[in-house]
């Protein structure tokens, strides 16, 4: 009988002590998946963002390139004819 008594009190206490350790598991596993979520939002904005610089800087350099192949008007004096 006391042994009983004994084995389910170390029972209690085991138990309670798994209960304080799942609660606490559980608002580490809120933590972590708020922060994955953050992450998450902060990669997909840097990628959009260095997507929009990455177009806008091609077509810049794009630009550049079909001015210089261009042919340049001659600007000056009209040539004599002979």
Do not use: C
């Amino acid at each position: 009988m006391e042994r009983e008594r004994t084995v389910k009190a170390n029972f209690k206490d085991k138990l309670a002590e798994a209960k304080l350790e799942i609660a606490s598991l559980k608002n580490e596993l809120k933590t972590v998946l708020k922060r994955e979520a953050s992450m998450a939002k902060l990669f997909e904005a840097r990628e959009k963002a260095v997507a929009k610089f990455a177009d806008s800087w091609l077509s810049r350099e794009m630009a550049k390139l079909q001015r210089a192949v261009t042919p340049k008007k001659r600007r000056g004096r009209p040539r004599k004819s002979s």
